[in-house]
């Protein structure tokens, strides 16, 4: 079945650095378009990152050259490198898969951001 299961989050004090991974399988996860979400207390669900093809990317403007999204289709995994994190970059990361009417979701990892 389609698993996507995110790893790497954990507590970071401001400005500091963490590299979030999300392992797929059950799917043909080259096809796929790979995106991070995330989800801060009290906020809703938004797009902070997306990779279509090798190297083609999007950002949120508010992680726009601190944040990184790469992906390795021959170890179907996407990454995200968050560098300069911020506290107001605490909240739960999802990993997501889509391709026309499949989407796919991982259980979240939760970052925090504090000193």
């Known amino acids: 079945q389609v698993q996507l299961v995110e790893s790497g989050g954990g507590l970071v004090q401001p400005g500091g650095s963490l590299r979030l991974s999300c392992a797929a399988s059950?799917?043909?996860?080259?096809?796929?378009?790979m995106s991070w979400y995330r989800q801060g207390p009290g906020k809703e669900r938004e797009l902070v990152a997306r990779?279509?093809?090798?190297?083609?990317?999007n950002y949120a403007d508010s992680v726009k050259g601190r944040f990184t999204i790469s992906r390795d289709n021959a170890r179907n995994t996407v990454y995200l490198q968050m560098n300069s994190l911020k506290p107001e970059d605490t909240a739960v990361y999802y990993c997501?898969?889509?391709?026309?009417?499949?989407?796919?979701w991982g259980q979240g990892t939760q970052v925090t951001v504090s000193s």
């Open positions: 059950g799917f043909t996860f080259s096809v796929y378009r």
């Open positions: 990779i279509i093809g090798p190297d083609i990317t």
């Open positions: 997501n898969a889509a391709m026309g009417r499949y989407d796919y």
